[in-house]
């Protein structure tokens, strides 16, 4: 009987010291995934895609080339990862964001100017913490063509997401449904993304406050939004 105790707590102790093992390789993978990611990000901002090679990565991580391969096939699929992963983010904020206009719309009330502006805010912090992804889908989406063009790809994605919200829009025909698209996309994303771009090397080009900027640019994005 003492024996078998001694066996049982012996291989409990076995199972979970392999289980927390497991664990904490998992999360190594992880931590090391999420380095490759950042600093790859960091460097197709600032040198473009093409002019940025696994050897760059792999040096800014501080790893070598194998281990960059053991989590990504290719150069490529390490900017799609980065591209999607900011993208799942916005949604699910854009998503919420859209629940939050239609509840005010649906009552019979209009959306006012203030939620807009905490809307907008919340949006553009965001975007920001994202600049150097937004970056990026520019400069591919400036060289890209056909239906490889990321800027194309990532609106898309936000259509569909605000027609699920917005049941409305589907009693709406193809042709309705391309008019709103062209306004959503050249008046309000393309917009926020160009703001985030930029905005730095404006401010820094004109010497002008940062903050001024943005309040200038939120009042007339939000003109243009309730119209």
């Known amino acids: 009987m003492i024996i078998n105790n001694i066996y049982i707590n012996f291989t409990e102790r076995l199972v979970n010291t392999n289980y927390n093992m497991s664990k904490k390789v998992e999360a190594f993978k992880n931590e090391t ?3 490759i990611l950042c600093e790859a990000e960091d460097l197709f901002a600032g040198k473009g895609y093409e002019g940025t090679s696994i050897d760059d990565i792999s040096s800014r991580v501080g790893i070598t080339k194998a281990a960059i391969y053991y989590h990504f096939k290719n ?3 390490i900017l799609i990862s980065i591209i999607n992963n900011c993208i799942r983010e916005s949604l699910v904020l ?3 964001q859209d629940e939050i206009i239609k509840s005010i719309t649906e009552s019979g009330k209009q959306v006012s100017e203030k939620v807009y502006d905490k809307l907008i805010n919340e949006m553009l912090n ?3 913490l994202n600049e150097n992804t937004l970056k990026i889908i520019l400069m591919q989406s400036i060289k890209g063509s056909g239906k490889d063009i990321p800027v194309f790809i990532v609106m898309e994605k936000y259509f569909k997401a605000s027609l699920e919200v917005n049941e409305c829009c589907s009693e709406l025909n193809q042709k309705q449904l391309n008019v709103i698209k062209v306004k959503d996309f050249f008046i309000k994303f393309l917009p926020l993304i160009n703001y985030v771009v930029f905005q730095k090397k404006w401010c820094e080009y004109h010497k002008m406050d940062k903050d001024h900027v943005k309040e200038v640019f939120k009042r007339t994005f ?4 309730m119209v």
């Open 126 to 128: 965001f975007l920001e």
């Open 94 to 96: 854009q998503k919420r």
């Open 222 to 225: 939000i003109r243009s939004v």
């Open 75 to 77: 150069k490529m699929e």
């Open 33 to 35: 995934k999420n380095m």
